[in-house]
């Protein structure tokens, strides 16, 4: 009776760009150390993924390869990357984080921009590899979710690879996307060369044109238009994603604050009525 009732466990999935402790504390990395904890604690299951920044101290935080799910490789713009699995506990509330590693993408010392400040040109391509590697690690892990939650916009891809890539897999039939919005807007254009980088992996020209020339906006729009609901987890969220949302029609919730118990109860709340949606 007991293995049944955990097999029929509702499954969440956050795919998220930062997490304390392992980078400075933000309202995004409050929420994603959170609100996984408070999801579980309520009787979902729940998986949670970031990229291993080379800022983080696997030693201190004592990281460690999982070799079973390490070994595959992805190719993007033509070129092979293999994928790293690496996993940390928090260990006091019994979360794992699996951390998506490579060394030609997060092997730097900074996350997004170099220490002069500049944007690195190649943050689509380690977009484009960490949404795909967490999805395929997933299916590594024949772990079917039925909330697919994704916080930040380097997380921003994953939307558009579920509903257009994997909605075949049987892991992903169901799944619902909910992608939480923050006021993480950044001002530069993403390479030239992104659309030819989604058409290598094999989306459509449908689906992608607005990649042509690529901003947050744009990236944040597609996110939308590929999720069943939206969370706004700060109040200055973009105004022109603000009223896009509102455009679409979709379900969607703000938070109001930050307490674990707020977080939990109405995001729990939020995706039971999503499944059901």
């Known amino acids: 009776m007991e293995q049944n009732q955990s097999a029929e466990k509702t499954k969440v999935l956050f795919i998220t760009q930062e997490i ?3 980078i400075d504390q933000t309202i995004k990395g409050t929420i994603c150390r959170y609100l996984p904890q408070g999801i579980q604690e309520r009787n ?18 004592q990281l460690h390869e999982v ?3 390490s070994g595959m490789n992805l190719i993007i713009d033509d070129v092979d990357h293999p994928i790293i699995i690496k996993v940390a506990s928090i260990s006091q509330v019994r979360i ?3 951390f998506i590693d490579n060394d030609e993408y997060f092997k730097r010392k900074f996350i997004f921009r170099d220490a002069s400040g500049t944007f690195f040109e190649d943050n689509d391509e380690r977009s484009l590899f960490f949404c795909r590697s967490v999805l395929e690690t ?13 916080h930040g916009w380097m997380a921003a891809f994953t939307p558009l690879y579920v509903n257009k890539m994997y909605r075949d897999n049987p892991l992903f039939t169901t799944s619902k996307v909910v992608t939480t919005l923050y006021e993480d807007d950044f001002q530069e254009k993403m390479s030239d060369a992104l659309y030819q980088k989604l058409k290598y992996d094999g989306l459509k020209d449908e689906d992608i044109t607005d990649f042509k020339t690529t901003d947050y906006i744009t990236l944040m729009k597609s996110a939308i238009d590929n999720s069943d609901a939206i969370i706004f987890a700060e109040k200055n969220v973009n105004p022109i994603l603000t ?4 455009s679409k ?3 969607y919730i703000s938070y109001n604050r930050y307490d674990i118990d707020y977080l939990s109860e109405t995001t729990d709340a939020f995706f039971d009525e999503i499944i059901e949606y």
């Open 20 to 22: 304390l402790p392992y």
């Open 44 to 61: 979902k299951e729940i998986r949670t993924f970031m990229p291993k920044f080379g800022l983080i101290n696997e030693r201190r935080n």
């Open 67 to 69: 070799i079973r799910l």
């Open 96 to 98: 794992q984080i699996y």
């Open 138 to 150: 997933v299916k590594k892990l024949g772990w079917a979710p039925n909330i697919v939650n994704c």
């Open 243 to 246: 009223s896009y949302v509102k």
């Open 249 to 251: 029609n979709l379900p």
